[in-house]
């Protein structure tokens, strides 16, 4: 089955870094697209950044500022996040869309892990 790990979440001051990694466990599935999600409660789950295996996509509030990176042999999904605002605290989120091929169908399915908290100080 399909399972995702978050870590690296903490505490950090304005103008700060972080980095996030997610790992990575499947089998009998095809990875499509990994992404970055972030969630403040009260507020909608917002997309951070996605990456497939021809484009990576960043939200406009951290273009500049954050980075995905995927270490394909060790099955990992980072996000490097720079110069960190308080506007960035919330639940960090990583996503994953897998497929497989069974009885002659492509099968897609999207798994979330438990998100790992960020929390940025003025």
């Known amino acids: 089955q399909v399972q995702l790990v978050e870590s690296g979440g903490g505490l950090v001051q304005a103008g700060g870094s972080l980095r996030l990694s997610c790992s990575v466990r499947?089998?009998?599935?095809?990875?499509?697209?990994t992404a970055w999600y972030r969630q403040t409660p009260g507020k909608e789950r917002e997309l951070v950044a996605v990456?497939?295996?021809?484009?990576?996509y960043y939200a406009d509030f951290v273009k500049g500022r954050f980075s995905m990176s995927r270490n394909n042999a060790r099955n990992t999904v980072s996000l490097q996040m720079n110069s960190l605002k308080p506007e960035d605290t919330g639940v960090y989120y990583c996503?994953?869309?897998?497929?497989?091929?069974?009885?002659?169908?492509?099968?897609?399915?999207?798994?979330w892990g438990r998100g790992t908290q960020v929390t940025v100080s003025s």
């Open positions: 996503n994953a869309n897998v497929a497989v091929v069974a009885s002659g169908r492509v099968e897609e399915n999207t798994y």
């Open positions: 499947f089998s009998m599935w095809s990875l499509n697209a």
């Open positions: 990456m497939s295996s021809e484009r990576i």
